[in-house]
């Protein structure tokens, strides 16, 4: 459990490092890009071993309705983390969120929690849903109003949901693979 804790801490650290200490981060330049990517790299593997290692108290186990309802938000969470990503013009639903990328993480972390019931399960997936909270709310706290970008072609919007089935199925026959049937 401590690897995974600690992987959880770093993965918090690294992406908080300049908001909550922006001098420190500037000072590092473009190298500081570099030492950032490393910690999240370094956080994911710790992430990764930690949880596989990790026990705890199983609290609910899978069940066929709770992976459905997981599955519906894994395609809902990646759709809303898609609509954030390219810089200007977004689709619809891109132009009505601030966040997109954090709220699409934000839904992943609570399928994830549903389908999982364990300890380790919490401090990974409910450590990692926390961050994506305070980091919304560090945001909006330095960076002040919202100007919503203008939107992008209907046409885009069609590219996005076909794009976002095709990921999330990849995603699933990868975590098959893995050893975690994402299907009921």
Do not use: C
Not at 110 to 133: E, Y
Not at 134 to 150: C, F, H, L, S, T
């Amino acid at each position: 459990m401590t690897l995974l804790i600690l992987g959880v801490a770093l993965w918090w650290g690294a992406h908080l490092f300049k908001r909550l200490a922006p001098g420190p981060r500037a000072a590092m330049g473009n190298a500081g890009k570099g030492v950032v990517a490393l910690l999240l790299v370094l956080s994911v593997v710790l992430m990764v071993i930690g949880y596989r290692g990790a026990e705890g108290t199983v609290y609910w186990g899978r069940s066929p309705a709770l992976v459905g309802i997981n599955n519906l938000l894994m395609l809902i969470a990646f759709y809303i983390y898609a609509v954030g990503g390219p810089k200007g013009q977004r689709v619809w639903l891109g132009t009505k969120l601030r966040h997109p990328q954090l709220t699409g993480f934000s839904i992943w972390a609570v399928g994830h929690l549903l389908v999982n019931g364990d300890t380790p399960s919490f401090v990974l997936f409910g450590g990692l849903l926390i961050w994506a909270l305070a980091e919304i709310v560090v945001i909006n706290a330095q960076d002040g109003p919202w100007v919503p970008p203008d939107r992008a072609p209907v046409r885009k919007e069609i590219t996005y949901l076909v794009v976002t089935a095709v990921i999330v199925a990849v995603i699933m026959v990868i975590h098959n693979w893995l050893g975690v049937p994402p299907w009921g």
